[in-house]
T-cell receptor
C-alpha cells in the first residue's frame, strides 16, 4: 500500500493564481481531511469528508474548495491564491468516519504564494 | 468553540532527562490522540485515549487522559536524541463530529 500520497511536494504561485493540490489514499478509508500547518499554530482543519459525495467545512475553509467524487481522491482547490495561504498542506485519512481514529498523513505540499 | 491548548510550546531537554507536555481542552473530549512530527516530516500517530483516567505506555512514553476528559499529558523518560520533534495532541468532542482539533504542539530539542 502506498498509504496517503500528495502532489506536488512543492509549489510556488503568484497572487491570484488558482491550483489544485492532489491527495489520494489506497486504504479504502471513508474519512479524509485537509490541514494547513503554520509555525506555532499546529494543524488547522480546512475541509473534511466522511465519504464519497460528502464534504464539510473545518476551522479555516475560506479560499479553499473540495470535492469527493471517489473514496480514493480528495483534491483541494485554491480559487485565487493569496500570500496568507503560504503554508504546508497535509492531507490525512482515517477508517473512522467521525475522524476519531488514527489519522494517516500524507507527506505534505509546501506552498508559497508570492 | 472547542479549543485545545498545549504547553509548553518549546522544551529543551538534556539527554537522559524526563519531561512532560500537557494538553488542555475547554470542552469535554470523547477521545484524544497524540502525534509526533519529525523535522521536515509529517505527523505520525502515536496513541489514542478514550476512557476517563486512562493511562497507556509505549516504552519510555506514558500517556494519560484526565478524569474529566478535558486534559491529557505525555511523559517521556530518559529522553534520547531520537525523541526530537514536535508532539501534538488532537481532540474530538461529541458535538464536533469529524472535526479533530489539534493543539499547537510542543517542539522538543534534545541536547546530547
Amino acid at each position: 500500500n502506498a498509504g496517503v500520497t500528495q502532489t506536488p511536494k512543492f509549489q510556488v504561485l503568484k497572487t491570484g493564481q488558482s491550483m489544485t493540490l492532489q491527495c489520494a489514499q489506497d486504504m479504502n478509508h471513508e474519512y479524509m481531511s485537509w490541514y494547513r500547518q503554520d509555525p506555532g499554530m499546529g494543524l488547522r482543519l480546512i475541509h473534511y469528508s466522511v465519504g464519497a459525495g460528502i464534504t464539510d467545512q473545518g476551522e479555516v475553509p475560506n479560499g479553499y474548495n473540495v470535492s469527493r467524487s471517489t473514496t480514493e481522491d480528495f483534491p483541494l482547490r485554491l480559487l485565487s491564491a493569496a500570500p496568507s495561504q503560504t503554508s504546508v498542506y497535509f492531507c490525512a485519512s482515517s477508517y473512522s468516519a467521525s475522524g476519531g481514529a488514527e489519522q494517516y498523513f500524507g507527506p505534505g505540499t509546501r506552498l508559497t504564494v508570492t | 468553540g472547542q479549543q485545545v491548548m498545549q504547553i509548553p510550546q518549546y522544551q529543551h531537554v538534556q539527554e537522559g532527562e524526563d519531561f512532560t507536555t500537557y494538553c488542555n481542552s475547554s470542552t469535554t473530549l470523547s477521545n484524544i490522540q497524540w502525534y509526533k512530527q519529525r523535522p521536515g516530516g509529517h505527523p505520525v500517530f502515536l496513541i489514542q485515549l478514550v476512557k476517563s483516567g486512562e493511562v497507556k505506555k509505549q516504552k519510555r512514553l506514558t500517556f494519560q487522559f484526565g478524569e474529566a476528559k478535558k486534559n491529557s499529558s505525555l511523559h517521556i523518560t530518559a529522553t534520547q536524541t531520537t525523541d526530537v520533534g514536535t508532539y501534538f495532541c488532537a481532540g474530538l468532542t461529541t458535538d464536533s463530529w469529524g472535526k479533530l482539533q489539534f493543539g499547537a504542539g510542543t517542539q522538543v530539542v534534545v541536547t546530547p
